[in-house]
């Protein structure tokens, strides 16, 4: 079964960037859609990005569109969320996501935190 590790989280100023990074083990990443959602403190957990098992299709939500992309290496069994012009609603835990058939796996998340 698949796992999945998210890393690149942190503290960044308003403005700023970060990438984060769902790194997979255990099965072909290629046989599985993923994307990214996040939960912010005393709010559901939201969608923000998806991304087909081929990397040829992406989805984006209306709050970050124009702001984050994400991008997949099968290759390198990696998943990414490139944030640009973080703002502090965007504070929230971020959870990889990996879905086949009606199977959707998660990793543990990582927290990112937009503050001056």
């Known amino acids: 079964q698949l796992q999945l590790v998210e890393s690149g989280g942190g503290l960044v100023q308003p403005g700023g960037s970060l990438r984060l990074s769902c790194a997979t083990s255990?099965?072909?990443?290629?046989?599985?859609?993923t994307g990214w959602f996040r939960q912010a403190p005393g709010k559901e957990r939201e969608a923000v990005a998806c991304?087909?098992?081929?990397?040829?299709?992406?989805n984006y939500a209306d709050s970050v569109k124009g702001r984050f992309t994400i991008s997949r290496d099968n290759a390198k069994n990696t998943v990414y969320l490139q944030m640009n012009s973080l703002k502090p609603e965007d504070t929230a835990v971020y959870y990889c996501?990996?879905?086949?058939?009606?199977?959707?796996?998660w990793g543990q998340g990582t927290q990112v935190t937009v503050s001056s």
């Open positions: 996501y990996a879905d086949r058939t009606t199977i959707r796996l």
């Open positions: 255990g099965s072909t990443l290629e046989d599985y859609a």
């Open positions: 991304i087909s098992s081929s990397g040829r299709s992406t």
